[in-house]
């Protein structure tokens, strides 16, 4: 049930490697008090493990890193089947709003550092495509999520300070119906 605040969800997803509560809040946008709150509860339920500590100035900070890479809601846990696929398709929902809403808050806060005639080098990227059922669906998720985590891989710096960091925010959903 942890899983389905979007915010803890979107945190597990940033913990894949070990941080403290001031560092993912300064990413986020939050404030390190809520986000050590919803660290202790993914603590508390095994989500989150401690992995160490780190002296900052004369504050000791507390790293935690997420217990596994992939989370899944069972079935076993007494839900309808039915009820389970909805849990999950709300959580990831959920999540994709909390996503847009931080995409849009980093974007005008890049906007206003290009205002000042900083570059700011980006891309985006919009598209459709049509799926025939939920198996091509499936499919193409699978594959989908395969090539970004080799793309990033490929690309990602882990140690070097002076590397810049990016964001990416990769979303894959239905379109909405038509409102009538």
Known sequence: MALLNPLRAELLAIMAEPASAAEIARGMGETAQRINYHLKALEKVGLARRVGTRQVRNLVEVLYQAAARTFVIADSLGFQPSTAQQMRDQGSLAH??????????????????????????????????????????????NEYVTLVEQLIRKYETTAADDAIAFQLLAAVYPEPMKEE
């Open 96 to 141: 994709l709003v909390t996503m847009s809403d931080r995409m849009k808050r980093d974007a005008l806060r890049l906007m206003e550092q290009s205002d000042k005639e900083v570059q700011v080098p980006s891309a985006s990227l919009a598209s459709k495509v049509r799926l025939a059922d939920e198996s091509q669906r499936e499919a193409f998720i």
